[in-house]
């Protein structure tokens, strides 16, 4: 059946096939809980094919089914030759409504957190540590999830409370899983994992990764080479564009002002260098 409109994410659109979901990636950009008005080419096409990658490398239960969208399946009114590579054909199945986020480094929200508590989403860690601190070993920080606006941190006890113990457990030990996993893949090819946010779904009682995986939008992505704890780092996800965004007078309050050419060719390049280190596989 051709596809009918779901709804529209920051990133991603989504359609219903009936007997299952197209999703469809864009090369639209967010920042600080904005969509940018300006696209970074192929961005779209780059997370697609890095998640199908991450899928096959991992070989958990997922909710991918096909990465070709037959001609029936086409939505009214969009050129069939820009869905492809940006597209995934994928399993219905009832979404988890919790952020599942590994960290192996402290980083981001995770930082300012740690600042003010000593702790990341309740969980305590040592003191003296710094922006880009590699942590003992992988923790699991739960948030929930947020149509529009910001996702909030949130304590594993919280998410007990919102899923259930034995299905909070069972994500953590799966998130967990696919961090340290991807993290020793990605560090064999000079690149740190400093953090991912994974979701799940659940069909027929089988728990499904979901959703983009390992990408640059839902994970930071070191050079190793140049990981210097203490501040922020060089990275092949979207921090490029947020510390340019920080470096405007930009309010956050108001529409934000549009990239720059050359903040455009570099993210895209970023993006397609990160595809290509990780996959081994030339972006086409």
């Not at 779904?201 to 050079?223: K, V």
Request: glycine share 8%; aromatic share 8%; net charge negative.
């Amino acid at each position: 059946m051709p596809a009918v409109p779901l709804r529209q994410g920051k990133v991603r659109d989504l359609y219903d096939l009936g007997d299952a979901l197209l999703l469809v990636a864009s090369d639209r950009i967010s920042a600080f809980d904005w969509v940018l008005p300006t696209q970074i080419p192929d961005k779209g096409r780059v997370l697609t094919q890095l998640s199908a990658f991450w899928f096959e490398l991992l070989g958990m239960p997922n909710h991918l089914l096909s990465l070709e969208v037959a001609p029936d399946q086409v939505p009214e009114g969009v050129d069939p030759a820009w869905l492809a590579g940006r597209s995934m054909i994928c399993r219905k199945c009832d979404v988890v409504p919790i952020e599942c986020v590994a960290r192996g480094y402290l980083a981001g929200s995770g930082t300012k957190e740690y600042r003010a508590s000593g702790t990341v989403c309740g969980v305590p860690l040592p003191t003296g540590l710094v922006d880009g601190s590699k942590l003992a070993g992988p923790i699991f920080t739960p948030a929930t999830k947020a149509e529009t606006g910001h996702d909030e941190n949130i304590p594993f006890s919280e998410m007990i409370i919102r899923v259930g113990a034995g299905r909070a457990e069972t994500l953590r030990e799966k998130t967990l899983d696919v961090y340290r996993r991807a993290s020793a893949y990605a560090a064999e090819r000079g690149i740190l994992l400093a953090d991912t946010k994974l979701e799940w779904g659940l069909a027929e009682g089988e728990i499904l990764l979901i959703d983009e995986i390992l990408t640059p939008d839902s994970s930071r992505f070191w050079p190793a080479d140049d990981w210097r704890p203490g501040g922020s780092q060089p990275s092949f996800d979207k921090q490029f564009v947020r510390d340019f965004l920080e470096s405007t007078s930009w309010d956050k309050q108001s529409p934000p002002p549009p990239l720059p050419a050359d903040v455009v060719a570099k993210t895209r390049a970023k993006y397609v260098e990160a595809y290509e280190r990780l996959s081994g596989r030339k972006f086409e």
